[in-house]
């Protein structure tokens, strides 16, 4: 049996269903499957991120630090230039719990100085009937809130009357550790301000070497390896050298500032150059070019967003080194200077082999350095892990 064909001029009959399309229904997919495949970039980041514990708690270590820095004088226990004449070079108090077996709450016992006369040495021993709680949320030594505000209001504070030195004093009968609370203030901000300068500097010209070409990027690549051939301790000291001595504490934070960030641009720069060497090449920058797009326009917008992450990743690299340029430079005694207090000032105090053998708790300052370093470079390379979560 044949099938009859419709008559010619005849409509032909249609099969095309007129309901609503579901593209869902193509692909039935669990909620947890869902949850993954319709995830957002920024979302598989995270999940990817938090899946590193070390780098996940190096970012939270970072993020208390930064915001501790806005309130230092809260936090300190004494002012920053406060001294204890009875107390030089005294060692670090321990904090109990317990007096005599009965819980008495965070105290310190009261110190008692005597000299001795065979090698002129402080010698400091505890008196256990001299039992000082230790106080919070409590008032202390004056400060000016940010050089602004005057207030009195502390954190913690030593008993009324009493000593409360838990990393020592320094050589003028001041507290450590309300120096190192100080100082994390300049030794932490210096790295994010030179990193920006670094950064605006590496974009700029590496972006504009990459995406031109020609001769400019021939006197960039130039300039970098004339830049990277120096050694970079010795050209620090020499920009160093050269700030004058009376310039102010606030200039020679800044001037400090500007040279590490003007010198740490041409490893950035060579990697945004590479890049753009690539992408400048893709379809989607020749349709910006004939729309009319200036050049600063597909750099900042369609370029440099497609390696954000390998940006951010370098950053977190990047400011650990500006924080041992100014520590170095500070100890050196060529960087910041006294009344500026930061971990590298602190540690000038031991520079002597002498004062580290008697007072090595000066060395103190030492260790948030280590902590912050090895904070960002654990953070670094979470986020390079996260930056490809399709991998």
Not at 155 to 168: E, H, I, N, S, T
Not at 212 to 234: A, K, M, T, W, Y
Not at 293 to 315: C, E, N, Q, W
Not at 326 to 346: D, K, Q
């Amino acid at each position: 049996m044949t099938a009859q064909l419709p008559s010619p001029g005849a409509p032909l009959q249609h099969y095309v269903s007129t309901a609503p399309f579901d593209p869902m229904s193509v692909e039935v997919m669990t909620d947890e499957q869902a949850k993954i495949h319709l995830a957002s970039q920024r979302k598989l980041m995270w999940w990817k991120f938090k899946r590193h514990k070390l780098a996940l708690a190096s970012g939270i270590f970072l993020l208390l630090l930064y915001g501790m820095i806005v309130i230092v004088e809260f936090l300190a226990p004494y002012n920053l230039h406060t001294r204890n004449v009875d107390f030089i070079y005294s060692p670090p108090q321990r904090v109990r719990l317990f007096h005599e077996g009965n819980f008495v709450g965070p105290f310190v016992y009261g110190r008692q100085m005597s000299l001795n006369m065979d090698t002129l040495k402080r010698t400091y021993s505890d008196n256990h009937n001299d039992v000082q709680p230790i106080r919070f949320f409590c008032r202390g030594d004056s400060y000016k809130f940010w050089g602004i505000v005057e207030s009195n209001i502390h954190l913690v504070c030593p008993a009324k009357g009493g000593q409360m030195f838990l990393l020592g004093t320094d050589r003028l009968g001041r507290d450590v550790l309300s120096r190192i609370i100080y100082g994390a203030r300049i030794s932490l901000t210096i790295g994010l301000i030179g990193i920006t300068i670094s950064f605006v500097l590496g974009i700029v010209i590496g972006g504009l070497a990459g995406y031109h070409g020609g001769v400019f990027d021939l006197l960039v690549q130039r300039v970098i390896e004339v830049l990277q051939s120096l050694p970079s301790l010795p050209l620090w000291m020499a920009l160093a050298a050269i700030m004058p001595v009376s310039w102010s504490p606030i200039l020679i934070y800044f001037g400090i500032t500007l040279i590490l960030g003007m010198l740490d641009w041409t490893g950035l720069a060579r990697s945004v150059r590479s890049k753009l060497l690539s992408l400048r090449e893709e379809d989607y920058v020749l349709a910006a070019q004939l729309m009319g797009a200036s050049s600063a326009r597909i750099i900042g917008r369609h370029l440099v967003p497609g390696f954000m992450s390998h940006l951010i990743a370098t950053a977190t690299i990047s400011i650990p080194g500006m924080i041992l340029g100014e520590t170095a430079l500070s100890f050196l005694g060529l960087g910041l200077r006294p009344p500026i207090t930061s971990w590298g000032v602190l540690l000038t105090e031991a520079r002597s082999v002498n004062v580290i053998a008697f007072y090595p708790w000066l060395l103190f300052p030492m260790i948030p350095v280590i902590l912050v370093i090895l904070a960002f470079n654990f953070l670094g390379d979470g986020l390079r892990d996260a930056a490809d979560p399709y991998r």
